[in-house]
């Protein structure tokens, strides 16, 4: 039995992981480079995306290798319709619509679940671990590129407001993954599907695209800011 597939999955997806962070969108986002357009367009994605894991996932709770990882505090979908609201109006629902990535994306996430639910592990360790660690960043990015005053308004997917310490939960949901009872091959498929993941996420990240025009207002605007935060400090 595999008794340590946290550590594993982490070493399994290193590369994809260093694919996903040097995507043009996401070393915008990381330099301040953000629209509001393009954020909540990609909030919408994410929606789509969550809606279907956390639905698929909730339909195997009594699945041994399921129901152990299935914390609710992590579910993203009510925080995401709050965000959604908050930038797109009272009728977000009817504005959004997913990309062709996303529903590559979510298909996968409905067939594994009707064919190998296990596989479900790899989405869940991809995108909650995800949130808990480098989406607290993005966090802060997407506050300031956007001037968001008021706390929480527009920010709350990446607010787990039931989770009094996110260091000690990560390391809750890493042992939780490590608790699960699983032979050599069912390991191996769930780091080759986490990697799958990685690659689905790729897929709706290359579809935004940042003109080079966009990206020189942007900069001027950030920077901009800068000196006027210092000169006022």
Not at 2 to 30: D, P, R, Y
Request: include cysteine.
């Amino acid at each position: 039995m595999v008794t340590n597939l946290a550590t594993q999955l982490k070493e399994g997806t290193a590369k994809s992981h260093s694919l996903v962070e040097n995507i043009k969108f996401i070393k915008m986002f990381i330099s301040g480079v953000l629209t509001k357009t393009s954020y909540r367009k990609l909030l919408a994605n994410l929606y789509f995306i969550y809606s279907s894991l956390e639905n698929e996932i909730d339909k195997h709770n009594s699945n041994p290798l399921i129901g152990p990882i299935n914390f609710q505090t992590l579910h993203r979908k009510k925080s995401l319709e709050k965000d959604l609201k908050y930038y797109y109006g009272e009728n977000w629902k009817s504005l959004i619509k997913p990309s062709k990535a996303t529903l590559i994306y979510t298909q996968r996430i409905e067939k594994i679940s009707a064919h190998k639910p296990e596989l479900l592990i790899a989405h869940a360790y991809t995108r909650y671990l995800g949130d808990l660690s480098g989406g607290q960043l993005l966090k802060k990015i997407t506050k300031k590129s956007l001037q968001l005053q008021e706390e929480g308004a527009g920010l709350d997917f990446y607010n787990f407001k039931n989770i009094e310490n996110l260091q000690e939960f990560k390391k809750i949901y890493k042992d939780a993954l490590n608790s699960l009872q699983l032979d050599r091959d069912c390991t191996n498929s769930i780091i080759a599907e986490a990697n799958t993941a990685f690659k689905l996420n790729m897929s709706i990240f290359q579809e935004f695209s940042v003109s080079t025009s966009q990206l020189i207002i942007m900069l001027i605007k950030n920077l901009a800011l800068s000196f006027l935060g210092r000169e006022n400090s």
